[in-house]
Nanobody, 126 residues
């Protein structure tokens, strides 16, 4: 059974930092594009970041560029999202997702992802 388990969410003040982790089990994702998405209350889920299978290419949503960094450790079958300079508008449930392939096509499209975690809440207070 494939599982993606996020951790590291919590409550933080504006300007603070958090590091989200996503641990995968049930299969190896070292040959898969991985992504982070988020869903704020009353809004649709949106793309945050994606990383290539090798980890040498990343893609960020414009509002998080320069503040968020996505990385991966294929030896640990895990991906991470370091979030700095957090803003109240970053408040959301953050989801880890994995594609079944290394194809970069549609990396910001949630419909292209095959596996999803349960999400972790990030709340940024002003």
């Amino acid at each position: 059974q494939v599982q993606l388990v996020e951790s590291g969410g919590g409550l933080v003040q504006a300007g603070g930092s958090l590091r989200l982790s996503c641990a995968a089990s049930g299969r190896t994702f070292s040959s898969s594009v991985m992504g982070w998405f988020r869903q704020a209350p009353g809004k649709e889920r949106e793309f945050v970041a994606a990383i290539s299978a090798s980890g040498d290419t990343t893609w960020y949503e414009d509002s998080v560029k320069g503040r968020f960094t996505m990385s991966r450790d294929n030896a640990k079958n895990s991906v991470y999202l370091k979030m700095n300079s957090l803003k109240p508008e970053d408040t959301a449930v953050y989801y880890c997702a994995a594609k079944a392939s290394a194809s970069w096509y549609g990396a910001k499209d949630e419909d292209r992802y095959d596996y999803w975690g349960q999400g972790t809440q990030v709340t940024v207070s002003s």
